[in-house]
């Protein structure tokens, strides 16, 4: 009962924040993830985000975010998921790096997108890119990284432990003999008490690739939407061993001893306050892990700045969630969701869509 209740107040609560004192919650939509995946869908331009403040550039890291959250909302979304994937196949390339140029960890998130629909991996696109060869080809083998994904391009390598997330599940759904290597280095960027840090070791020679032979308040710094990200993509995993099981049940645990009193999470060192992305992804990550009582409450914290008023400033946004309180209530009371934000609220929707499947508890215990 006190979850009914609950849900009630969040419906008041967001029409309140909306400054909609004349309209009774009554005529309040219910937070959902079905309004959520509407609201994404009708961000696709031919299949693709593109960015509101710069026309004619498209986000596919996004666009595939949002093909993750449409998903995980149980919502019938497979018309908007064949856009999305018609149009990523004309875009490998521009995503992964065009050869001599190859991103690791685009690569990996692609290659779990077409894993996830069913697709081929392995001839993607109108190239017929062979994606699980092209990251196969990013996993170190030397002796101090063995595992370790590598950006190969002019401007640096920005492989990151998200990256390594999406590598280990490609490369293990794919079978490829690399797939071990690949887990067992990304076991290694969990720390003692259980969170995975963002970073990888600066140096690619030192043997101490592990957590925590970095600084805890640096390199090792405790990272919310990391940790999320790996326990999603570890426990998508089929055959899972004994010490990857481990690795979930402590990270599972870091997540809820870090989770706020209301529901809500931080995200890391530069986004530690509240807000729907960091929550949106622990929140994911606590319902495929069946913690779902945890889970549940990040739902509803999610809630609380999901558009249920299809009126005033908002009118046409129905199911868009905003990124924090004061996201929510600038959008709300005076501007609407304008070019310069609507990205960030896309991002915000994005990630905070499976969140709220975990809303009825009883469908995050089926799922």
């Not at 960890?105 to 060869?133: E, H, M, P, R, W």
Request: aromatic share 6%.
């Amino acid at each position: 009962m006190h979850r009914i209740l609950r849900r009630t107040a969040l419906i008041a609560a967001s029409t309140l924040a909306a400054g909609l004192l004349t309209s009774p919650a009554a005529h309040a939509a219910d937070p959902s993830p079905g309004l959520a995946a509407d609201w994404l869908e009708l961000q696709l331009t031919d299949g693709l985000v593109e960015s509101a403040q710069f026309p004619g550039f498209y986000d596919d890291g996004l666009t595939i975010d949002v093909a993750f959250g449409l998903q995980a909302s149980r919502a019938a979304k497979g018309a908007a998921i064949d856009a999305i994937d018609t149009a990523l196949q004309s875009r490998v390339g521009d995503y992964t790096g065009a050869a001599p140029e190859a991103y690791a960890g685009a690569t990996a998130k692609l290659a779990v997108f077409v894993q996830s629909i069913g697709g081929d991996a392995t001839a993607y696109g109108s190239d017929s890119t062979n994606l699980i060869l092209k990251l196969n080809r990013r996993v170190s083998t030397k002796t101090a990284i063995k595992g370790r994904i590598q950006d190969k391009s002019q401007y640096g390598d920005y492989a990151n432990v998200i990256g390594q997330a999406f590598a280990v599940r490609a490369l293990k759904t794919a079978g490829t003999g690399k797939a071990d290597a690949a887990l067992g280095f990304l076991l290694k960027q969990q720390c003692r008490d259980g969170h995975f840090r963002l970073n990888f070791a600066a140096s690619t020679t030192t043997t101490k690739q592990g957590c925590n032979a970095g600084n805890p308040e640096t390199v090792s710094a405790p990272d919310t939407d990391t940790t999320a990200v790996a326990v999603i993509q570890l426990q998508a995993l089929k055959g899972k061993n004994l010490k990857t099981k481990r690795a979930i049940t402590k990270a599972v645990a870091w997540l809820k001893a870090h989770q706020k009193s209301n529901g809500a999470f931080g995200g890391g060192t530069t986004t530690e306050g509240s807000n729907t992305n960091s929550t949106g992804l622990a929140g994911w990550a606590l319902g495929v892990a069946h913690s779902c009582g945890a889970a549940q409450d990040a739902a509803e914290w999610v809630a609380r700045w999901q558009v249920l008023d299809d009126a005033g400033p908002l009118t046409g946004e129905l199911g868009a969630v905003a990124y924090d309180r004061p996201g929510f209530n600038v959008a709300a009371q005076t501007d609407g969701i304008t070019d310069a934000t609507r990205d960030q609220w896309r991002r915000a929707t994005a990630q905070a869509t499976p969140a709220l499947a975990n809303l009825v508890l009883a469908d995050c215990k089926a799922s």
